[in-house]
Each structure stands twice: as structure tokens, then as C-alpha cells.
């Protein structure tokens, strides 16, 4: 496809996966495509800090998009180019609900996210896990709702049960209507919140069309879970891993193998090279 321009890449599930590294063939692959002129971008629902090192790892040099789409920042000088955190008033909110349900399963964990910091009450084993896998730091504050006088970037709640994150998801979705605010997985054990019309895509398409200057039909994506499914759908090319689930599979350009067996180099060499 010559018309693309520009490919824009999910990290987990995509470009990562068990061993939270880039495989060799992956990273060649890019670099290849990449001297050919195409220009390569991260859409994460990682924090910024968190996807600094894989920008570094393939050599992206296009700014970073963060938090689902809430932040976008350029790595080559700090230059915070977007931030949308979601509103203080449905923050209050959602905390709320997140601690009623909290206080009937105490596996619930909530995190949210301040000035690219995490925040959480408590260390358990899965927090303990998911911040050495971020590869960041974390702030233990008593009573998160002291901190709830600021719109936080993201809001994140995690359990271990799939069915119990989807229950909360779809209740919240009767709750706030998507001008509200934007719930999302990017893990079957995550559930997602951020600021009204704030995703991978609408990102996806400021940092396209406002900053660089292309269109949609330029654009190839690769993703592989529910909160690539904006910007799969805004690309004029898009592609779903193998590991996808079979609605985000079904709306995509085409579909390449899963994230343990580079499928994104797989794509790469099949779509650009």
C-alpha cells in the first residue's frame, strides 16, 4: 500500500506481549518500514512514562500517545502536545461507585493517575505486578478523594475476574452516556475511564490531521483489544492481531497472527514491504 504514510501501533497485546518486550522481528521489521519513510507512533493506554521505553526500543519519532488518548507528548522535547483528564465532578463519581463495590469485593483495586503518577491506596500482589511490569513508580496515598480536587488523567479499576470487571462495565455504560464519559478494556481484568470523547481515535486523528498534516486514508493501525477499536476503525488501514477478541477482529482491514508469534511483523511485511 503506498498511500500509507504513517503507522501507528498499540503496545500490549500488540507489540508486547508475555515477556513485556519487543521481539527481534518486530523491531526489524519496523526499522525496516521506517526507511522507507513511513512514520511510526505508539497509542497506549499506558502511562507516558510507561511507553517511553518501547519509543526508544523501535525507534519511533512520532509524540506518544498515552492514557487511551488523554495525553500526547513528544519524547524529543518533553513537549506535552494534548491532555484531556476527566472531569473532577464524574471522577467523584466513579470513585464512589468503584468503593461500594470495593467494599463487597475487596479484590477490587483502584488506581488513578495524576501529572503521569500513579496513585492507589494499597500495594497488593496485583499492584505490585502491574507496576514493575509498567516499570514505574507508585504513590500510596490513604484516602484517594483528597486528591480528587483535579481532574485525573485516567481512572483504572482491576480484579481478577473478567465477568465481575464486564458486570461493572456495562453497568456504568447505562450510567453515562458516551458524551459523559469514555469507559473502556484494554485487559479483560481492566476497566478504563476517561474524559468524554477521549480515545486512542480521536487522538489517533488530532495528532494525524492537526500536527501532521495526513489523512485518515493514509493511516495504518494495529491493535489487538476494545480500546484500539476508535482508532482501528478511524484508520484507512487497519489490521487486529490474532489474540483480538472476534469484534475487533470483525471490523478490521485484516487480521494478522498474535502478538507471541510477530504478528505485527508479519503485517508489516504483508500491508507495507
Do not use: C
Given at each position: 500500500?503506498k ?6 501501533l498499540d ?9 513485556n518486550?519487543v521481539n527481534?522481528?518486530?523491531?526489524k ?21 510507561s511507553?517511553?521505553?518501547f ?7 512520532l509524540?506518544?500517545i498515552?492514557?487511551?488518548g ?15 483528564p476527566v ?6 463519581e ?31 500482589e496485583?499492584?505490585d ?9 507508585v504513590?500510596?496515598v490513604?484516602d484517594l ?12 479499576a ?6 465481575l470487571?464486564l ?21 479483560p ?27 485518515a486514508e493514509?493511516i ?13 476503525k478511524?484508520?484507512?488501514f ?5 489474540n483480538?477478541p472476534?469484534?475487533v477482529?470483525?471490523?478490521t ?18 500491508y507495507?514491504?
Amino acid at each position: 500500500m503506498k498511500n500509507i504514510k504513517v503507522l501507528i501501533l498499540d503496545i500490549d497485546g500488540t507489540i508486547s506481549g508475555e515477556s513485556n518486550q519487543v521481539n527481534d522481528q518486530v523491531k526489524k521489521a519496523i526499522q525496516e518500514v521506517q526507511n522507507r519513510g513511513i512514520k511510526i507512533g505508539l497509542a497506549t493506554g499506558r502511562m507516558y512514562r510507561s511507553a517511553l521505553r518501547f519509543y526508544h526500543d523501535i525507534k519511533a519519532n512520532l509524540p506518544i500517545i498515552a492514557y487511551n488518548g488523554a495525553w500526547i507528548q513528544n519524547p524529543e522535547n518533553g513537549e506535552i502536545l494534548l491532555h484531556n483528564p476527566v472531569h473532577k465532578k464524574q471522577a467523584q463519581e466513579l470513585f464512589t461507585y468503584l468503593k461500594t463495590k470495593q467494599n463487597i469485593n475487596d479484590d477490587i483495586e483502584i488506581h488513578f493517575y495524576f501529572d503521569d503518577q500513579l496513585y492507589v491506596e494499597r500495594i497488593t500482589e496485583k499492584t505490585d505486578f502491574y507496576i514493575k511490569r509498567s516499570g514505574i513508580d507508585v504513590n500510596i496515598v490513604e484516602d484517594l478523594t483528597i486528591l480528587l480536587q483535579n481532574n485525573p488523567t485516567k481512572i483504572l479499576a482491576s480484579n481478577p475476574s473478567p465477568e465481575l470487571i464486564l458486570q461493572m462495565l456495562n453497568d456504568l455504560k447505562n450510567r453515562y452516556q458516551d458524551h459523559e464519559l469514555y469507559l473502556t478494556q484494554s485487559n479483560p481484568i481492566y476497566l478504563e475511564a476517561t474524559q468524554a470523547n477521549v480515545n486512542k481515535g480521536t487522538s489517533v486523528k488530532y495528532l494525524v490531521e492537526k500536527i501532521l498534516g495526513f489523512k485518515a486514508e493514509e493511516i495504518m493501525t494495529i491493535g489487538d483489544n476494545f480500546n484500539d477499536y476508535s482508532m482501528l476503525k478511524y484508520a484507512g488501514f487497519s489490521v487486529a492481531m490474532g489474540n483480538a477478541p472476534e469484534e475487533v477482529k470483525a471490523m478490521t482491514s485484516a487480521v494478522t497472527n498474535d502478538v507471541e508469534n510477530d504478528g505485527v511483523a508479519e503485517a508489516i511485511i504483508n500491508y507495507l514491504l
